[in-house]
Nanobody, 122 residues
Framework: QLQASGGGLVQAGGSLTLSCEASSARTGMWAVMGWFRQAPGKEREFVGRFLWNHGRTGYSDSVRGRFTISRDNSKNTMYLQMNSLIPEDTARYYC????????????????WGQGTLVTVSS
């Protein structure tokens, strides 16, 4: 139902765009979609979210001003534009969806993509 892609290896200071393609059969049930990341040995971390019907976004302090979430309605795809990447951004990135508009924590998201790996070299 969710397919994340676009990860790869990038140098510090570079940019990368991740995509999350959603099954159209499910999008009508979702209130919010989110991006999360998990680095080795660390807990899953909230990155940002997108209110599906309103287009409003929210970001964690660690990425605000560097990352931007957007959506292409025609493709049922959400994007995560990542700029000014730093080595601390290295993680597997996941997209997820929730039927609860107030969802922020990963435990509140019901559907998950398989994740895509982002590695930022110094």
């Amino acid at each position: 139902q969710l397919q994340a892609s676009g990860g790869g290896l990038v140098q510090a200071g570079g940019s990368l765009t991740l995509s999350c393609e959603a099954s159209s059969a499910r999008t009508g049930m979702w209130a919010v979609m989110g991006w999360f990341r998990q680095a080795p040995g660390k807990e899953r971390e909230f990155v940002g979210r997108f209110l599906w019907n309103h287009g409003r976004t929210g970001y964690s302090d660690s990425v605000r001003g560097r990352f931007t979430i957007s959506r292409d309605n025609s493709k049922n795809t959400m994007y995560l534009q990542m700029n000014s990447l730093i080595p601390e951004d290295t993680a597997r990135y996941y997209c997820a969806s929730s039927s609860v508009a107030s969802a922020w924590h990963w435990s509140e998201f019901e559907y998950w993509g398989q994740g895509t790996l982002v590695t930022v070299s110094s």
